[in-house]
């Protein structure tokens, strides 16, 4: 048999929340963080448009999308490089500046695909301990060595929903060696109403060591569509697009993505009923007895007190067509994460949730 390169069989594979029911039965998938209102409706009929001429290959250098998304963010399109979500970045990140000895930092509850894909590429994926469940700048720093190559922070964080101010992601900047690339991965920016948070695109023009990634899976409502980017400095971005496959975005996407950056109303609609609807969920279970995370981003961290009863929730849910999400593979076995949805859907949840709760005292 042949093998594969040792880093890969330490890899276990990421598995998506569950979203398959009863035949018949209604579904609230609440267990992927997608927009809970699906894309915007010019979104829908660009990529149909599209459609007609998928029979030619899309543009290799996403021209009118980078150009969009430079309008749209005030940056320039030449430091801007798309993918097939913003996973993909991340994947092409390690392959491109992480290899065998190397290390890949990261804190202990980040996105399971920074180990993924920190192994995939041959390196060390290395978790430091976080405080009060959000990233602590001092550990981070502690845990650099002359092999670290990255560092990888999600911000907001999935799941913790917490996130680093500006002040914190300056201070770790400063601290950091020259030599690592500091990821901020943006993908729950547009949820973020903090005066003291950012995004980090104005960082990226004055370092040559910061990228950030962001996507068009969460509140664009685009998780199927697979598209993502990234901004870098030059030289960041000219490894990317050696390394990327030429054609890594469809022309469909393309198209999606150019017409979802012009429904401003859309994406205002989505973030307004997610902040509604986050503080409802939160409010409501908190009354029921059971602790709450704040979250900055399309989801809440829910701690049931022990991993049997978290679990048992989590199934009493499924029976009743409703998908939460099980966070044991990040360390928090007595936690379940629940996306954000329609107003209907979090009530028809805190139910079902206040159901469970007091038919099991």
């Known amino acids: 048999m042949i093998k594969a390169k040792d880093s890969i069989y330490k890899i276990t594979p990421y598995i998506g929340g569950e979203s398959t029911a009863k035949e018949g039965q209604r579904i609230i998938k609440l267990s992927s963080n997608e927009g809970a209102f699906g894309p915007s409706p010019m979104a829908v009929k660009a990529m149909q448009e599209a459609a007609k001429d998928m029979n030619r290959y899309p543009d290799s250098g996403c021209s009118a999308l980078r150009e969009a998304l430079a309008k749209k963010n005030n940056i320039s399109a030449d430091s801007i490089v798309c993918g097939a979500g ?42 430091t301990p976080e405080k009060n469940l959000k990233a602590d700048v001092d550990a981070l720093i502690d845990a650099v060595t002359e092999k670290t190559k990255i560092l990888f922070i999600a911000n907001p964080n999935n799941p913790t929903g917490s996130y680093l101010k500006r002040a914190e992601i300056e201070d770790l900047h400063a601290r950091l060696p020259k030599s690592v690339l500091l990821v901020l991965d943006a993908a729950y920016a547009e949820y973020v109403d903090d005066p003291d948070y950012t995004v980090g695109h104005d960082l990226v023009s004055q370092h040559d060591n910061i990228v950030v990634t962001r996507t068009f899976s969460k509140a664009y409502g685009m998780g199927g569509v697979r598209l993502g980017w990234a901004h870098g400095p030059d030289h960041v971005v000219d490894v990317l697009n050696r390394v990327r496959g030429p054609f890594n975005v469809s022309a469909e996407a393309q198209a999606a993505g150019v017409a979802a950056l012009q429904d401003d109303d859309f994406l205002k609609m989505t973030l307004e009923s997610n902040k509604k609807c986050l503080k409802m969920t939160a409010d409501s279970l908190e009354a029921l007895g059971v602790k709450v995370y704040p979250s900055a981003g399309n989801f809440v961290l829910v701690d049931f007190g022990n991993a049997d009863k978290a679990e048992n929730i989590r199934l009493a849910l499924k029976d009743e067509g409703i998908f939460i999400r099980q966070m044991g593979g990040y360390g928090l076995p007595s936690c379940m994460r629940i996306t954000i949805g329609t107003g209907e859907e979090m009530e028809l949840v805190i139910e079902a949730i206040k159901g469970y709760l007091g038919s099991h005292v």
């Open 86 to 127: 913003s996973d993909e970045i991340i994947s092409l990140l390690c392959s491109a500046y992480a290899g065998d000895g190397d290390e890949v930092l990261y804190t202990a509850h980040g996105f399971l695909m920074y180990s993924i894909s920190a192994k995939v590429a041959g390196a060390t994926p290395v978790a």
